[in-house]
């Protein structure tokens, strides 16, 4: 079995900055895309930024030039980098992994973690 264990959530003003982790843990399976989704009540989650194997990155355009999305395929983790948060930026963040095991693939989600915009 393999989870995603996110970290680095949290309260923060403002123009302020937060590093987001997602570390795969548990049985060792190759992992394709990996990215960052993020959800508002109300609203459809939303993609933020992935990443494949091979470091091509994309990133939505609400947040170009402020988040980079980062990998390190050693360690099966993905990072967030968000820099000049808004506070439009406030809501759940999700952490999502492309599972490849014998010729098929699968979506694994992580719990979640907060963000917090407050003045």
């Known amino acids: 079995q393999v989870q995603l264990l996110e970290s680095g959530g949290g309260s923060v003003q403002p123009g302020g900055s937060l590093r987001l982790s997602c570390a795969a843990s548990g049985r060792n399976y190759n992992i394709g895309f990996m990215g960052w989704y993020r959800q508002v009540p109300g609203k459809e989650r939303e993609l933020v930024a992935a990443i494949n194997s091979a470091g091509s990155q994309k990133h939505a355009d609400s947040v170009k030039g402020r988040f980079t999305i980062s990998r390190d395929n050693a360690k099966n983790t993905v990072y967030l980098q968000m820099n000049s948060l808004k506070v439009e930026d406030t809501a759940v963040y999700y952490c999502?992994?492309?599972?490849?095991?014998?010729?098929?693939?699968?979506?694994?989600w992580g719990q979640g973690t907060h963000i917090i915009l407050s003045s």
């Open positions: 999502s992994a492309e599972i490849l095991d014998a010729g098929r693939s699968w979506p694994l």
